[in-house]
């Protein structure tokens, strides 16, 4: 039996020899890894000398050849194959261990030069492989150094491998260079402005393994991109708590997009994926005060999103409730003294969370037999098209709270409307079926007078109803994008019950 290792990751490759060279397997190997192999005092044999040819093109060309690739993918049950080896002199190889050159540390590098990428696309390593687990019958496959324990104990054991332990590292192998090669398309793809593949395939790293979906009969994972970028939910560390959920996850990071909208003091409170409380103020605490007298009802069991670090006072207001994470930049020892107090409240803590994502960032959504996908919505509108429509123009509060609005407004399920006075959510109503029911439920839901507040929508009004349903409540002000074939008509009946009204040009439905 004879096995060919060259490996990357060295990890435990040593000791995998070593037990292999015990069982009698006579070792094949390339490079660095046969030094690191005949230094620990195992007999190898170089590639040049199973190949008869010399490795070239400074170690690019080396196990691209018959010689090697004839001992891996001979058909052991076909004469026929047996009987071609023996005429070209060609033995069998029978365990191949590989991994493959670090494409992916060296991309991670901070600034790392095309040129450099490239040298580390490994090319030998995948085709060994490939042919390797074609030809799983027959061949051990390892690309994971975890995988040696289980080869070893069954060679002890058995003095084979079994089929169902083949084909298992098989799958792992064109598993491991799919992702493998998506991860260099979608490198090569991101140096130049283009249009997202005809065929696209995507890779991700599994980060955790979840207790459950979003019911507790759903299986669930959390997988994370190969470079995530700065700010990032999956660079959170937790600092507390007990294990995260596939709710906890989606909810921070419908918090955390939110959050990146404003570089003032924020604080936003979010339950079921929608923002149910949002404020802006002076430091950490004024803003959380805001945030949660938006709706102390909602907050309860929330996720609360910070982009200051929490201190001893805002610590212990946020205890006074039951809440499941509080995610910030960072915590003081004073808060974390607090805040640990309760066993299960989950602490997060992400250094850059005010980064946002690169304008490269696209937003995917799964549907049935495929995938949508678009480029993710950073804009909220250029202030020099906004146009002010209506006789009143707004006052320079109005104008402050409006944007605020319009923030938060970008976050929600559409048809989505969003009241805001003196920089913080009054009343949110999400998701509707039309725009007069949102408006209404904002309203009604509202957790303090709504006389002097201001309206923002994520989408056009498509009847003037929806401006009467805003004079009523004592609404002095309105965005929204504009854009409906009655906006005259809502214009027209602003102006008479002396709302000012803005357009922004600019539609955020988030369905």
Same mark, same amino acid.
């Given at each position: 039996m004879r096995a060919l290792i060259s490996v990357s990751d060295k990890t435990g490759i040593v000791e995998f020899a070593q037990e292999l060279e015990r069982l009698s397997v006579k070792i094949i190997s390339t490079g660095g890894t046969a030094t690191r192999l005949r230094d620990n005092g195992v007999e190898v044999m170089g590639i040049?000398?199973?190949?008869?040819? /010399?490795? @070239?093109?400074? %170690?690019?060309?080396?196990?691209?050849?018959?010689?090697?690739?004839?001992?891996?993918?001979?058909?052991?049950?076909?004469? $026929?194959?047996? #009987?071609?080896?023996?005429?070209?002199?060609?033995?069998?190889?029978?365990?191949?261990?590989?991994?493959?050159? /670090?494409? =992916?540390?060296?991309?991670? =590098? /901070?600034?790392?030069?095309? $040129?450099d990428a490239i040298e580390n696309i490994d090319? %030998?390593? /995948?085709?060994?492989?490939? &042919?390797?687990?074609?030809?799983?019958?027959?061949?051990?496959?390892? @690309?994971?150094?975890?995988?040696?324990?289980?080869?070893?104990?069954?060679?002890?054991?058995?003095?084979?491998?079994?089929? !169902?332990?083949?084909? +298992?590292?098989?799958?792992?192998?064109?598993?491991? *260079?799919?992702?493998? !090669?998506?991860?260099? &398309? !979608?490198?090569?793809? =991101?140096?130049?402005?283009?249009?997202?593949? !005809?065929n696209l395939t995507l890779t991700f790293e599994k980060a955790q393994e979840l207790r459950y979906g979003e019911n507790p009969h759903q299986k669930a994972y959390y997988y994370k991109e190969i470079k995530p970028w700065e700010g990032a939910l999956v660079h959170a560390v937790q600092l507390h708590g007990k294990e995260l959920s596939f709710n906890n996850i989606n909810d921070t990071n419908g918090a955390l997009e939110t959050l990146k909208e404003f570089e003032e003091p924020a604080v936003v409170a979010v339950k079921h994926a929608n923002p149910c409380g949002v404020g802006v103020g002076y430091d950490a605490f004024d803003a959380y005060v805001k945030a949660y007298k938006a709706d102390p009802v909602s907050i309860y069991g929330g996720i609360i999103a910070v982009n200051r670090p929490v201190d001893e006072m805002t610590a212990a207001e946020i205890n006074k409730i039951f809440v499941e994470i509080v995610i910030a930049p960072d915590f003081t020892k004073e808060a974390?003294?607090?805040? *640990?107090?309760?066993?299960?409240? +989950?602490?997060? #803590?992400?250094?850059?969370?005010?980064?946002?994502?690169?304008?490269? *960032?696209?937003?995917? #959504?799964?549907?049935? %037999?495929?995938?949508?996908?678009?480029?993710?919505?950073? &804009?909220?509108y250029d202030e020099a098209e906004i146009k002010i429509v209506t006789d009143r123009i707004p006052t320079e509060r109005e104008m402050e709270d409006m944007k605020f609005a319009m923030k938060v407004a970008k976050h929600i399920k559409s048809n989505g409307i969003v009241l805001a006075k003196d920089g913080k959510t009054i009343g949110i109503g999400p998701g509707q079926t039309n725009r007069v029911w949102a408006i209404e439920n904002a309203i009604r839901q509202a957790t303090e007078s709504t006389e002097g507040a201001i309206l923002a929508s994520d989408a056009f009004f498509p009847f003037d109803d929806n401006v009467v349903a805003a004079a009523k409540a004592g609404i002095t002000a309105v965005i929204q994008p504009g854009g409906s074939v009655h906006d005259e008509d809502c214009i027209r009946k602003a102006n008479e019950m002396g709302i000012a009204m803005v357009f922004t040009g600019v539609r955020h439905f988030k369905h």
């Open positions: 040049s000398d199973v190949t008869g040819f /010399p490795e @070239c093109l400074d %170690g690019r060309v080396k196990t691209l050849h018959p010689a090697v690739h004839g001992g891996i993918l001979a058909m052991r049950e076909k004469p $026929e194959h047996m #009987k071609q080896l023996e005429d070209l002199n060609i033995e069998t190889i029978d365990i191949v261990a590989i991994n493959l050159y /670090p494409f =992916k540390e060296t991309i991670l =590098k /901070p600034g790392v030069a095309l $040129e090319i %030998g390593g /995948p085709t060994m492989l490939r &042919s390797a687990a074609k030809n799983h019958k027959d061949v051990v496959v390892i @690309c994971d150094p975890g995988d040696y324990g289980q080869v070893i104990r069954e060679l002890e054991e058995t003095k084979t491998v079994s089929y !169902d332990t083949k084909y +298992r590292l098989a799958l792992k192998v064109f598993e491991h *260079t799919a992702a493998y !090669d998506a991860m260099i &398309s !979608d490198y090569l793809r =991101k140096q130049i402005e283009g249009e997202l593949p !005809d974390l003294d607090i805040l *640990t107090q309760k066993k299960n409240i +989950r602490l997060l #803590k992400l250094d850059h969370i005010l980064a946002k994502a690169p304008k490269d *960032t696209i937003d995917i #959504k799964k549907v049935s %037999g495929g995938l949508l996908i678009q480029e993710a919505d950073h &804009s909220l």
